[in-house]
């Protein structure tokens, strides 16, 4: 989905080698402190040789049904369906997009393995300036296809690596054109109901959200109902409900070879060095032992699932409302699971008598690279309890929030993105700008009213 800042996009482990002997209880303790922090809602699961050895649950929204949105972890499913189609015959990694869909610019240039490992260069459909003010709204096949074509390819295919989510919608429609079925039927009868799935399946409706859980956003006091991207809008490249006990099952039975062959499986862990995307999965590093996995997120519903074929350990966390990046709190799982040391996130509030009203801080700001290219306009606002919200403007009014914490007298820190925000002031007291850091990189930002 569309972000504010840059953010990492695969989440790279720090694993050791042995397993902690009182990793539950350690777990625990790092789940609670999440959870009591506000933090973290969710589900945990860890299996090892496909047998549960934990299992926490810290959903404080829980409506006992354990179902999540997992976002674009959908795309290991719709990458198994692929390699079945090509295994039967029906499909090559070769084939044209232009056998399906002629009229997506350059698609007679680009292949299935184009788009199953973002390499086709395709616009994604989800930079759409609209996606904010008309996410929650449904969507046709052809209104879809004309969102993809509206934009212009990143680059010629095979010629770079760039996440794409128009690749798996594509792939989804081109598995429906080849079966002549649903992509939700697909899944059901080749993946779902093949291994056991009983709480997995594609969310096609707006009748179905009732089933599962809902997602939420902290606005540093209370949680407030996030907007639901319609199904519609994501099918094939996000829209799969599941529980994290059958995610660690569907990934541990890809690996077991009970979903696609050897070969397609060798081929799905080819992952691009710089991306650390492959064929429906994105490489995710076990220290110095390999992993594979992927990650997903639609609304405020965050997700990870995770295998380590050397340990045959597999890890799934969903979430349905986090106030930190998920992959500190995969880092966290996975260290105290390991028992490797663990720098806990501080939670800490500033006070202080003389720290200005967050008042001040509220308006539009112009964001600027070297003070000289404009990268969008963002908008502060109010949030609960000494707190702000930041977002971009022009996204509309439902666009992505992310709360910003004070730590200083003018100071505040987004922890869902690790970035920094100094308000500038001038020498009345006046704010005038911010200065937005996340790593090495730092963002220049004016106010303009």
């Known amino acids: 989905m569309k972000k504010i800042l840059t953010l990492t996009a695969f989440l790279l482990f720090t694993f050791g080698f042995a397993q902690n002997p009182n990793y539950k209880t350690s777990l625990d303790s790092l789940l609670n402190y999440f959870y009591d922090n506000n933090a973290f809602s969710g589900d ?24 999540y949105r997992i976002g674009s972890i959908t795309k290991i499913s719709t990458a198994v369906v692929t390699f079945q189609l090509i295994e039967e015959w029906k499909l090559s990694l070769e084939t044209k997009l232009s056998d399906y869909f002629p009229t997506i610019k350059n698609a007679e240039n680009i292949t299935i393995a184009n788009m199953l490992n973002h390499t086709s260069g395709i616009y994604d459909y989800l930079q759409w300036k609209d996606y904010y003010t008309k996410k929650d709204k449904d969507i046709t096949q052809d209104e879809l296809l004309n969102l993809i074509k509206q934009g212009k390819p990143e680059f010629k295919s095979g010629k770079d690596s760039s996440y794409s989510n128009s690749n798996y919608m594509l792939l989804g429609f ?13 899944v059901k009868t080749r993946i779902t109901d093949k291994i056991g799935l009983k709480n997995t399946y594609v969310e096609t409706s707006k009748n179905e959200y009732a089933k599962r859980n809902s997602s939420y956003n902290f606005n540093g006091e209370n949680w407030i109902k996030e907007t639901e991207t319609a199904p519609s809008l994501t099918q094939a490249a996000g829209a799969m409900i599941s529980t994290a006990s059958d995610l660690t099952i569907l990934i541990q039975s890809l690996f ?26 994105q490489r995710t590093p076990f220290y110095k032992k390999e992993g594979y996995g992927h990650s997903g997120r639609v609304d405020e519903f965050h997700s990870f699932v995770g295998y380590s074929p050397e340990d045959s350990l597999a890890i799934s966390i969903l ?16 260290s105290k699971y390991y028992g490797k040391k663990y720098q806990y996130p501080d939670f800490s509030v500033y006070k202080s008598k003389t720290a200005p009203s ?46 910003l914490v004070r730590t200083d ?19 009345k007291g006046k704010i005038t700008g911010i200065t937005m850091t996340q790593g090495k990189q730092s963002i220049k930002c004016k106010k303009i009213s």
């Open 174 to 186: 081109i598995i429906e054109k080849i079966t002549g079925k649903s992509f939700a039927e697909n």
């Open 44 to 67: 945990v699961v860890i299996q090892k040789n496909g047998k549960t050895i934990y299992e926490g649950n810290y959903n404080r929204f829980q409506n006992n049904s354990g179902l």
């Open 409 to 427: 007298e003018n100071c505040f820190f987004a922890r869902k993105y690790n970035s920094k925000f100094k308000f500038i002031l001038d020498e």
């Open 256 to 281: 077991d070879g009970k979903l696609v062959s050897k070969t397609s499986l060798e081929q799905m862990k080819k992952t691009d060095i710089r991306t650390a995307l492959g064929f429906g999965l």
């Open 358 to 403: 967050t008042d001040i801080y509220t308006g539009v700001y112009k964001a600027q690279l070297a003070g000289i290219i404009t990268v969008g306009k963002i908008e502060i606002t109010k949030a609960a309890k000494d707190h702000l919200f930041i977002r971009m403007l022009d996204d509309g009014a439902n666009s992505e929030k992310a709360l």
């Open 319 to 334: 979430s349905n409302d986090t106030n930190i990046k998920l992959n500190e709190v995969a880092l966290g799982i996975a």
